[in-house]
């Protein structure tokens, strides 16, 4: 579970306990794994959060927000079997990983 609760533009931390900042975004994941057979595993990440003002979030989601989440997930697709996956080689593994 990661919890984020962030002031903006600062993006310092605050206490979601207490009074919120007027400009804010507020974030909760949680990962799931899941065995599955032939030594694979599934993620599943759930995701809930709030933000405000909602005009001036709008812009910055889609601007900063969307595009770094797009990142986030494919490293998280890509990068755990990368770098769990048993090499067939030495060679063969310095090859996969300069491509």
Request: aromatic fraction near 8%; avoid cysteine; charged fraction near 20%.
């Amino acid at each position: 579970m990661l919890r984020s609760d962030l002031d903006i533009p600062g993006g310092r931390p605050f206490d979601p306990r207490g009074p919120l900042p007027r400009a804010f975004t507020e974030g909760v994941w949680g990962f799931h794994l899941t065995e599955l057979p032939g030594l694979r595993t599934r993620m599943v990440v759930r995701t809930v959060g709030r933000d405000a003002p909602r005009p001036l979030m709008a812009v910055i989601d889609t601007l900063f927000g969307e595009p770094a989440h797009l990142i986030m997930q494919l490293r998280q697709y890509f990068l755990p079997s990368r770098s769990t996956a048993k090499p067939k080689s030495v060679a063969t593994s310095v090859i996969e990983m300069a491509t």
